[in-house]
């Protein structure tokens, strides 16, 4: 009896001096269960949204008509209303891109969504990809590829290079990809990426070609059939001038091919083409429940690409070549330095100008948004420090624009204060 009142005693000063050693927690550590989360001060004001010149390489301002096509009542994901909407965007995309693919659609994302989207449904573990690296899209795509086990193979150009047929035909012998991605409109650096006879050359080489039309589509001339593109896809908020959040992607038939015959599921449900094919109608089965899309981003992405078709694309491509070229004139009187060099390759809807010398590039962007509610970016991933850069996209693709920003970047240029290094 008395060993056991001694272990019980020992037990409790062990637990004793323990919990002495504990650091006591905090007052409202022990009631926090106790107290309410307030209503936060910030909701309870309203929402204050500042008007601006969207001038940067995307998002670009939203115009009147779709505002409104966004503003207009929900109507469910299933609704047969909803369905007739996706189809228009369907032959919407399919206009703009050039194309008579089937399997036309937009993904419920962004243009980072479609990019995975492409890659993910195309690629197997293991299988080998060839990138075209000369901005920051063909190092993103290769990061993706990466991940799911891809073996990529980088071709890398500096940023405000293009790449030439000789060049890639190297790559595609070497490396003997099961595809090829390159970007059309390279927006980091405002390179235009000519694509004749790439496709071509791609299946010579038993390869699909996928390309990257975000910074491009609807702003210079791309034919997805008639270039022989594989896989195309582009974004909502450039020169189609939509909120984000939805996607155009386009796959050939070689392309679907390769994507109803894989050997393992995509990695990715949401993104997984078979179930995608069927909410959008291109299987011709009876519409089945996949996701939730984004429907007030189908009638803003529905106007816009409505908006292109009465214009036409031709019209479009002209208007921003000579908005662009305009843009080009006024930077070089102002003393600026155009980033691409070749003419031929510069992208119409950004133009990336040289950071004058002498200048913080995020003093001048600072200024011009401080000063005139007008949005121009730096560079981006290869060419960070390098560019400043001017989006003239769709609705924003004016001379009056340009004469805007033209004025804003003197004025900046003259009360900016110069580094000292």
């Given at each position: 009896?008395?060993?056991?009142?001694?272990?019980?005693?020992?037990?409790?000063?062990r637990?004793?001096?323990?919990?002495?050693r504990?650091?006591l927690?905090?007052?409202?550590?022990?009631?926090?269960?106790?107290?309410?989360t307030?209503?936060?001060?910030?909701?309870?004001?309203p929402?204050?949204?500042?008007?601006?010149?969207?001038?940067?390489?995307?998002?670009s301002?939203?115009p009147?008509?779709i505002?409104a096509?966004?503003?207009?009542?929900?109507i469910?994901?299933?609704?047969?209303?909803?369905?007739q909407?996706?189809?228009?965007?369907k032959?919407?995309?399919?206009?703009?891109?050039?194309?008579?693919?089937?399997?036309?659609?937009?993904?419920?994302?962004?243009?980072?969504c479609a990019?995975?989207?492409?890659f993910?449904?195309?690629?197997?573990p293991?299988?080998?990809?060839?990138?075209?690296?000369?901005?920051?899209?063909?190092?993103?795509?290769a990061d993706?590829?990466?991940?799911?086990?891809a073996?990529?193979?980088?071709?890398?150009?500096p940023?405000?290079?293009s790449f030439?047929?000789?060049?890639?035909?190297k790559g595609?012998?070497?490396?003997?990809?099961v595809?090829?991605?390159?970007?059309?409109?390279?927006?980091s650096s405002?390179?235009?990426?000519?694509?004749?006879?790439?496709?071509?050359?791609?299946?010579?080489?038993?390869?699909?070609?996928?390309?990257?039309?975000?910074?491009s589509?609807?702003?210079?001339?791309?034919?997805?059939?008639?270039q022989?593109?594989?896989?195309?896809?582009?974004g909502?908020?450039?020169?189609?001038?939509a909120?984000?959040?939805?996607?155009?992607?386009s796959?050939?038939?070689?392309?679907e091919?390769?994507?109803f015959?894989?050997?393992?599921?995509?990695?990715?449900?949401?993104?997984?083409?078979?179930?995608?094919a069927?909410y959008?109608?291109?299987d011709?089965?009876?519409?089945?429940?996949?996701h939730?899309g984004?429907?007030?981003?189908f009638?803003?992405l529905?106007e816009?690409l409505?908006?292109?078709?009465?214009?036409?694309?031709?019209?479009?491509?002209?208007?921003?070549?000579?908005?662009?070229?305009?843009?080009h004139q006024?930077?070089e009187?102002?003393?600026?330095?155009?980033?691409?060099?070749?003419?031929a390759?510069?992208?119409?809807?950004?133009?990336?100008?040289?950071?004058p010398?002498?200048?913080d590039?995020?003093?001048?962007?600072?200024?011009?948004m401080?000063?005139y509610?007008?949005?121009?970016?730096?560079?981006?991933g290869?060419?960070?420090?390098?560019?400043?850069?001017?989006?003239l996209?769709?609705y924003?693709?004016?001379k009056?624009?340009?004469?805007?920003?033209?004025?804003?970047?003197?004025?900046a240029?003259?009360?900016?204060?110069?580094?000292?290094?």
């Amino acid at each position: 009896m008395q060993e056991a009142l001694s272990a019980t005693r020992g037990l409790l000063q062990r637990t004793a001096c323990a919990a002495a050693r504990r650091p006591l927690l905090p007052p409202y550590s022990r009631t926090m269960a106790s107290r309410p989360t307030l209503p936060p001060a910030a909701l309870l004001r309203p929402l204050s949204v500042p008007q601006r010149l969207l001038l940067g390489p995307g998002p670009s301002n939203v115009p009147p008509r779709i505002q409104a096509a966004g503003g207009r009542p929900l109507i469910g994901h299933m609704h047969p209303e909803t369905f007739q909407i996706m189809d228009d965007i369907k032959l919407g995309i399919q206009y703009a891109f050039q194309t008579h693919n089937p399997l036309t659609l937009a993904i419920s994302g962004s243009g980072h969504c479609a990019m995975e989207a492409a890659f993910f449904n195309i690629l197997e573990p293991g299988e080998a990809v060839l990138i075209a690296v000369n901005g920051i899209w063909g190092e993103r795509a290769a990061d993706i590829c990466e991940r799911i086990g891809a073996v990529v193979q980088r071709l890398v150009k500096p940023p405000g290079e293009s790449f030439s047929l000789n060049e890639l035909e190297k790559g595609l012998a070497q490396h003997k990809p099961v595809l090829f991605f390159i970007t059309h409109g390279e927006s980091s650096s405002g390179v235009v990426q000519p694509l004749e006879g790439l496709g071509d050359l791609c299946h010579r080489y038993n390869c699909l070609l996928l390309v990257d039309s975000v910074a491009s589509l609807g702003g210079t001339p791309l034919y997805m059939d008639q270039q022989g593109i594989d896989i195309l896809y582009s974004g909502s908020q450039k020169v189609l001038n939509a909120p984000p959040g939805t996607a155009p992607i386009s796959f050939s038939e070689k392309a679907e091919k390769k994507i109803f015959s894989r050997k393992s599921k995509p990695p990715s449900f949401y993104l997984d083409m078979g179930w995608l094919a069927n909410y959008w109608g291109c299987d011709g089965k009876p519409r089945m429940y996949h996701h939730t899309g984004p429907i007030t981003n189908f009638f803003s992405l529905r106007e816009g690409l409505a908006i292109l078709a009465e214009q036409g694309l031709e019209k479009s491509w002209q208007m921003h070549k000579e908005n662009a070229l305009y843009l080009h004139q006024g930077l070089e009187k102002l003393g600026l330095k155009l980033f691409v060099k070749d003419e031929a390759l510069r992208l119409p809807t950004v133009t990336t100008v040289e950071v004058p010398q002498g200048y913080d590039w995020k003093e001048i962007t600072a200024f011009l948004m401080k000063n005139y509610d007008i949005e121009i970016t730096g560079g981006l991933g290869p060419s960070a420090g390098k560019v400043l850069r001017i989006g003239l996209m769709g609705y924003n693709s004016t001379k009056a624009n340009v004469d805007l920003v033209i004025a804003a970047l003197k004025d900046a240029l003259q009360q900016c204060h110069k580094n000292k290094i």
